[in-house]
């Protein structure tokens, strides 16, 4: 997996710590805020805040009859003081917890996979370690974060637990209740990311192959790049995906991405993947100076402070010429292309196992009694040939059934 630098933050602390947090919390890392943002009048606060009330006062008729309006309200942001209770209604965990009012308590009993839980231990320590809830093992934050990975590997043991959701946990746990963060995590898991954290990671391959044909129609030159010096899309995207921005982005971008991403699926993730690629490598003079695939990748690793912005993100994936359809088409072409390798490999691998017995009889000739070299040929058929899996859609579901599957 490609891991950016910023990466080190979840791995070890260095002598960059401030003695007091910032607004949001972090006393270090590249994801701590110095600079005060902007703020919006009193009024204007004030406004966004009621409108944002009356819609989750309201939500299943906006659900129904007024998406637009919601999807456009998250691109424009969600007031903090709302923004814990509009991804609980935005991500469907409201409609799962009433369902299951009980489970996560009762998850919690339980003792688990020995192996899980020991690898949750092992990890839990290194989500957000400049944060203030996750600075000690004994802080309420690395209590949380295994209680909620814990109940998620006993709820989906299909799942069970990768390393890639412990900052997505993480992430939820800084603006909601643990039970509430714990039902928007598994829609997260299981409808957003659908079977992204599944051995094998097909799905993740499948959507690499998207990107890349998205960014072919909308940044020939960087596509051309890429293909040039034999950059896979796996080599600088998995952890973009995987970890649905959680240790790339500015933590303001990070919120504004995330208000999109679970009002309008994971189309957001590769929207943002898109600007960063086509913002990174535009210009011809940095792609020049990209000369082979390590130079390459170290750039994508570390895009331009600029290029990270939230403004220029939110700008940027709202400009690119990219609709639905677009998606559809790719998803197609990626389905069916994996669908001819899968036939391919399961041609190859009869042909392999077809056993070729070769019989060499001597005997005498009915004619002139002399020893023959006649071959005879045995085949043995194993079957006839593998089913091909074309997988699922993939699915761009939002928990609230609106938005259906994706691409």
């Not at 080190?8 to 401030?18: K, Y």
């Not at 009024?43 to 805040?49: M, P």
């Not at 679970?262 to 898109?274: D, N, S």
Request: glycine content about 6%.
């Amino acid at each position: 997996m490609a891991t950016s630098p910023r990466s080190v933050d979840t791995i070890s602390l260095c002598s960059t710590v401030s003695s007091c947090p910032d607004r949001n919390g972090f006393y270090g890392g590249f994801q701590r805020t110095d600079k005060p943002k902007e703020p919006l009048s009193k009024a204007q606060i004030i406004a966004r805040e009621k409108k944002w009330l009356y819609m989750i006062d309201n939500w299943s008729l906006y659900m129904s009859k007024n998406y637009k309006k919601i999807r456009d309200r998250c691109r424009k942001g969600i007031p903090k003081s709302v923004r814990p209770r509009a991804w609980f209604y935005l991500s469907g965990a409201y409609l799962l917890k009433k369902k299951n009012p009980n489970i996560y308590k009762e998850l919690l009993e339980k003792p688990g996979n020995a192996h899980i839980i020991e690898e949750i231990k092992k990890d839990k320590h290194r989500q957000f370690p400049f944060h203030e809830m996750f600075l000690d093992e004994d802080k309420v934050g690395q209590i949380e974060l295994f209680n909620v990975l814990k109940a998620y590997s006993i709820y989906n043991p299909k799942v069970g637990f990768c390393q890639a959701q412990a900052p997505i946990a993480a992430f939820l746990l800084m603006h909601l209740p643990a039970e509430d963060a714990f039902w928007v995590f598994v829609s997260v898991c299981d409808v957003y990311l659908e079977d992204y954290f599944i051995s094998g990671l097909e799905v993740l391959q499948n959507d690499a192959g998207i990107l890349e044909g998205l960014l072919k129609k909308t940044c020939p030159p960087v596509y051309r790049h890429l293909q040039k010096h034999k950059v896979e899309p796996l080599l600088y995207m998995t952890d973009w995906f995987l970890c649905a921005m959680t240790r790339t982005l500015p933590w303001e971008t990070l919120l504004r991405v995330w208000d999109c991403f679970l009002a309008e699926g994971i189309r957001v993730i590769f929207k943002v993947a898109l600007v960063i690629l086509g913002a990174t490598l535009n210009r011809h003079k940095v792609r020049k100076q990209c000369n082979g695939l390590c130079e390459t990748l170290e750039v994508l690793r570390n895009p331009p402070e600029h290029v990270l912005d939230e403004d220029f993100i939110i700008n940027n994936m709202q400009r690119l010429n990219l609709r639905v359809e677009d998606f559809q088409i790719e998803h197609t072409r990626q389905k069916a292309r994996r669908a001819k390798q899968k036939a391919q490999e399961a041609t190859a691998a009869q042909n392999h196992s077809n056993t070729n017995t070769f019989s060499r009889s001597r005997g005498s000739s009915p004619t002139n009694g002399s020893n023959s070299g006649n071959i005879t040929v045995v085949n043995v058929n194993v079957g006839d040939g593998a089913d091909v899996d074309t997988t699922a859609p993939i699915s761009i579901k939002n928990g609230s059934s609106n938005s259906g599957h994706r691409p």
